[in-house]
T-cell receptor, first 116, second 114 residues
């Protein structure tokens, strides 16, 4: 079974600074997808960024980028120029690429606070 | 707005009772997923339906059941409720079952058991 680990329960960053959220996963599959979801206090689950395992290039979405290290099974999220609106809980998630079982497996999440 | 509608937003009930949570997927989405978010277990996959048929099961208790109707809306039924069932229940939908099709989440139903 696949597992996703987010070992840091909380992090804090100064507004306009850069922060990196860590995530590791365990799988024996070669075809899979990785995601970062944001859950603000409004409790919505918002997709931030996704990475296909077969792509070597790291995904980027505006101020959000990932560092995907497939051999190390590491998938960290970098938030540049942090804004107050980035304060939220962030979840790393894994999804098998086979299609037969396309559920998301989530980590425990990390609470990010942004200091003004 | 994700386009996924969940009702009700909040539900307060007592132990031993039965409740039904409802989810309307985004227009055009045939797959519906249910997830439970609790303080001790985190976010866990419960069950998936595709075009009316069950496709995958996760950590869903026998006291819980779900179905997807011909109009593609889905209901999650929770019975013989226990204090530990208090959680945020999310519904997500996607176009199909392929892993490259993103799941869009509703705002969740907050269930509180007194």
């Amino acid at each position: 079974a696949q597992t996703v680990t987010q070992s840091q329960p909380e992090m804090s960053v100064q507004e306009a600074e850069t922060v990196t959220l860590s995530c590791t996963y365990d799988t024996s599959e070669s075809d899979y997808y990785l995601f970062w979801y944001k859950q603000p206090p409004s409790r919505q689950m918002i997709l931030v960024i996704r990475q296909e395992a077969y792509k070597q290039q790291n995904a980027t979405e505006n101020r959000f980028s990932v560092n995907f290290q497939k051999a190390a099974k590491s998938f960290s999220l970098k938030i540049s120029d942090s804004q107050l609106g980035d304060a939220a809980m962030y979840f790393c998630a894994y999804r098998s690429g086979g299609g037969a079982n396309s559920k998301l497996t989530f980590g425990k999440g990390i609470t990010l606070s942004v200091r003004p | 707005d994700s386009g996924v509608t969940q009702t009700p937003k909040h539900l307060i009930t007592a132990t031993g009772q039965r409740v039904t949570l409802r989810c309307s997927p985004r227009s055009g989405d045939l797959s519906v997923y249910w997830y439970q978010q609790s303080l001790d277990q985190g976010l866990q996959f419960l069950i998936q339906y595709y075009n009316g048929e069950e496709r995958a099961k996760g950590n869903i208790l026998e006291r819980f059941s779900a179905q997807q109707f011909p109009d593609l809306h889905s209901e999650l039924n929770l019975s013989s409720l226990e204090l530990g069932d208090s959680a945020l229940y999310f519904c997500a939908s996607s176009v199909g079952t392929l892993s490259n099709q993103p799941q869009h989440f509703g705002d969740g139903t907050r269930l509180s058991i007194l």
